[in-house]
């Protein structure tokens, strides 16, 4: 049975620092490609950052030079490391595994909130 799990997210001012984790069972973590999405109220799910097997870090513009994404592959965990926190910054954030395109798994969220 494939779980991720996020923990992390919470109540936070602008201009703080937040890390995002998520742990993996179930899968062969080391060969998946790892992301971490939000979806704020009213609009789509957007891809924040992901990782390659390799560790290549890939961010949306908006994130470039606050956040960084990285993994731990014999811990089966990715983080993300969010610095200057804006309120549009505010979302659920989930972490997503993917291989291929059959094989594609998604956390139940963990909330965070940008505000003073």
């Known amino acids: 049975q494939v779980q991720l799990v996020e923990s992390g997210g919470t109540l936070v001012q602008p201009g703080k620092s937040l890390r995002l984790s998520c742990t993996a069972s179930?899968?062969?973590?080391?060969?998946?490609?790892m992301g971490w999405y939000r979806q704020a109220p009213g609009k789509e799910r957007e891809l924040v950052a992901g990782?390659?097997?390799?560790?290549?870090?890939t961010y949306v513009d908006s994130v470039k030079g606050r956040f960084a994404i990285s993994r731990d592959n014999a811990k089966k965990m990715v983080y993300l490391e969010m610095n200057s926190l804006k309120p549009e910054d505010t979302a659920v954030y989930y972490c997503?595994?993917?291989?291929?395109?059959?094989?594609?798994?998604w956390g139940q969220g963990t909330q965070v909130t940008v505000s003073s």
């Open positions: 997503n595994a993917r291989y291929g395109g059959a094989r594609d798994y």
């Open positions: 990782i390659t097997p390799g560790g290549t870090p």
């Open positions: 179930g899968i062969l973590f080391s060969i998946f490609t």
